[in-house]
């Protein structure tokens, strides 16, 4: 399979990355790329998938085959996340959280009290939202998400959103670069609202943070007690 890109940017030195690693093991080439993915979530399956689709149109291996192991790697990705939540646990994670200057304790409380009532949908639904996909699997972990059902979950959100970009790049071939474009409009947008969600989440903790002061202030005033004061402002003793 040839490089179907001219772009110099690092997508397209990525995608040449995965060009070669296709023609050098095969679909397994595919299947690490998007493991990777899921570990490192600017890495876009977007345009990793597609150039599966097109290896496998170019006879470098079957269709099937091109979709069993990039699902086989999103899940070996998403359980290496996985792993890491479990490993840091809930108790750990509500330390760390303790220590962060702009994060509650409570903050960790509620997501995983959230996660308990929705994480099915959170990781099945996941999948199909860029970066929100690789990270949904380290709150799976921390609240012990019996992995059974992590495994069916990811695999079966995984298999649709695998399978639909690479049948993309099956039947676009080398005009998957018209469709691309788009893609990558979709992702910039998804990753710009997250960035808007830090920096509001961020200003809101700020605010609460600063008004807690303020009432901390004014109670430690009001335990004191008022002092009298003279016209110029000297405070008065209150001794005899």
Not at 62 to 68: I, K, R, S
Not at 93 to 107: E, F, G, K, N
Not at 128 to 134: G, H, L, M, Q, V
Not at 204 to 214: F, G, N, P, Y
Request: neutral net charge; proline residues 5%.
């Amino acid at each position: 399979m040839t490089s179907t890109t001219t772009d110099t940017s690092w997508l397209g030195s990525l995608i040449d990355a995965v060009i070669g690693l296709m023609d050098l093991i095969g679909p397994i080439g595919a299947g690490l790329a998007i493991a990777l993915e899921n570990l490192f979530p600017p890495l876009p399956s977007e345009a990793i998938l597609p150039m599966a689709g097109i290896a496998a149109h170019d006879g470098s291996f079957g269709l099937w085959e091109a979709v069993l192991w990039t699902t086989v790697g999103s899940l070996v990705g998403a359980l290496a996340l996985y792993g890491l939540g479990a490993w840091l646990g809930l108790r750990r994670l509500r330390r760390i959280a303790d220590r962060l200057p702009l994060v509650a304790v409570s903050d960790v409380d509620r997501t995983v009290a959230w996660f308990h009532r929705h994480g099915g949908k959170a990781v099945f639904f996941g999948r199909f939202i860029p970066i929100f996909r690789s990270l949904i699997s380290i709150p799976a972990g921390v609240a012990r998400m019996p992995m059974w059902r992590f495994g069916v979950l990811t695999t079966a959100g995984s298999l649709i959103w695998n399978t639909a970009f690479i049948l993309c790049g099956w039947f676009l071939g080398s005009g998957w670069h018209i469709v691309e474009q788009y893609v990558d409009v979709v992702q910039n947008v998804v990753i710009v609202v997250v960035a808007l969600a830090v920096v509001v989440f961020a200003a809101s903790r700020i605010r609460s943070v600063r008004a807690a002061r303020r009432q901390d202030a004014l109670e430690h005033v009001d335990e004191s007690g008022p002092s009298e004061t003279r016209t110029d402002g000297i405070p008065i003793s209150s001794g005899r």
